[in-house]
């Protein structure tokens, strides 16, 4: 990548976005802990149940002189780890399904009540995480954002060093086309005098070829008369030759019409002996 020298506005502009990425970075990753929930006002449930007429005790017959003692309640067993309670009086049986009841109400609305907390505290769980989420997707555009800017303000300075460069290109054809022009011209002036001195050399050549032409044409015309001796002398020699292989190839034709009449005279002797034997 070239080198780019950036201006001091931009580089400051870039710490200032990179600080403001690097907060929203931060404040992503440190959660604040959730607000605890309020305390539900505890609510009673009473039930009302009809209770059936006293029923009057017989009149006893005879008063006892002495009452028997009345039995002690028994201690009610309390956990290590829950907090003691004061022993309870064992009441008679409908009161202590009432109080049974009663308890059993109670529970329920605890019950109610921590399943209540639990949804209130899942309900701000899920704020926070959305919180979170768009807080880190605001994060994510700034950063784009501000990528974008970047990558542009990049963009731009390339098409400028681009710029800088492709006039520096032209400046330099255009030096270069002036030293090809200044060099063309002169190599037109030595083409010329290189032209100059040909034609005068040129002129020389043909005056001494037209004289070499001369002589040549001389002795090329003594040696056409030779040749043509010569080729005479080699016709007539060739024609003898001719004759000889002529008289030759009657020669061997005549000797061999004579092989065949003596082959033909030898079959047909042969075939009369056969007759003969037969």
């Known amino acids: 990548m070239r080198n780019q020298k950036f201006s001091k506005p931009f580089l400051l502009a870039l710490a200032f976005h990179l600080t403001l990425l690097a907060l929203f970075a931060l404040s ?7 607000p ?9 449930h009473a039930t009302m149940l009809e209770q059936p007429p006293p029923i009057k005790p017989p009149a006893p017959a005879e008063k006892p002189k002495t009452l028997p003692p009345e039995p002690k309640p028994a201690p009610v067993e309390v956990p290590k780890d829950e907090p003691k309670e004061e022993p309870k009086v064992v009441a008679p049986p409908k009161e202590q399904q009432l109080e049974e009841k009663r308890a059993e109400a109670q ?15 899942k309900k701000a769980a899920m704020r926070e995480e959305k919180l979170a989420a768009d ?5 994510q555009e700034a950063k784009q954002q ?24 032209k400046a330099i054809e255009r030096v270069e086309s002036k030293k090809a022009e200044d060099a063309k011209k002169a190599e037109h002036e030595r ?25 040549a044409a001389k002795k090329a015309e003594a040696e056409k008369v030779a040749a043509e001796k010569a ?23 005549k000797a061999e019409a004579e092989k065949v009449a003596a082959e033909k005279a030898e079959a047909k002797k042969a075939e009369l002996e056969a007759k003969k034997l037969a």
């Open 135 to 139: 807080k880190a997707q605001k994060v």
């Open 36 to 44: 605890e929930p309020e305390p539900e006002p505890e609510v009673m």
């Open 28 to 34: 992503a990753m440190y959660k604040p802990a959730p």
């Open 146 to 169: 501000a990528e974008e800017k970047i990558k542009a303000q990049k963009i731009a300075a390339e098409k400028a060093e681009a710029q800088r460069v492709e006039e520096a290109k």
């Open 231 to 253: 080729e005479a002398k080699k016709a007539e020699l060739e024609a003898k030759k001719l004759a000889d292989a002529e008289a030759k190839k009657e020669a061997a034709k």
């Open 191 to 215: 083409e010329a005098a290189a032209e100059k001195l040909a034609a005068e050399k040129a002129e020389k050549e043909a005056t001494e070829k037209a004289e070499a032409k001369k002589e």
């Open 107 to 121: 529970e329920a609305t605890k019950a109610k009540q921590a399943e209540s907390a639990k949804a209130e505290a």
